[in-house]
């Protein structure tokens, strides 16, 4: 006779939880590559306008990514953070308000997203209700494309 087979319950998925204009975002934590403070992002002429410049990052640069304006939500006035994100060996910064926390979330918790803005459709993958806040999660692979498309 055969032992029953063990279920497991699906793995819980690690995002960090940020905010863009006053909106709440989240992005899987494996493709963050890390968090900086926004630093001297030094415009580049001729740039698409969802490319605010580029900043030094440990000697090399980095395209940062105007994040609020890409997903129609505003301006980022008040940017502390920028987020590097990575797809298919590609980096780019986020621009962001703030890098809030890691959040670890069970899959049943993620929905279809239902982004009212069509602009923001193809840049969400998901989005989860965390207390009071609806929360966008970011297709990362999207913005990358996004960011180095000319």
Do not use: K
């Amino acid at each position: 006779m055969s032992e029953p087979t063990e279920i497991r319950p699906a793995p819980e998925q690690h995002f960090l939880l940020l905010t863009i204009a006053e909106e709440w975002y989240a992005i899987a934590l494996d493709q963050v590559r890390g968090v900086v403070t926004t630093g001297q992002i030094t415009p580049v002429p001729g740039a698409p306008s969802h490319i605010i410049g580029v900043q030094n990052l440990q000697g090399r640069l980095l395209a940062i990514l105007d994040t609020a304006s890409l997903l129609q939500i505003g301006s980022q006035q008040q940017a502390g953070h920028i987020v590097v994100v990575s797809h298919d060996h590609l980096e780019l910064g986020c621009l962001v308000r703030r890098a809030e926390d890691i959040v670890n979330i069970g899959p049943d918790a993620l929905e279809e997203p239902l982004s009212t803005i069509e602009a923001q459709r193809r840049f969400l993958t998901a989005q989860l209700r965390l207390d009071s806040h609806l929360v966008g999660v970011l297709d990362v692979g999207a913005l990358v494309e996004e960011g180095i498309r000319v």
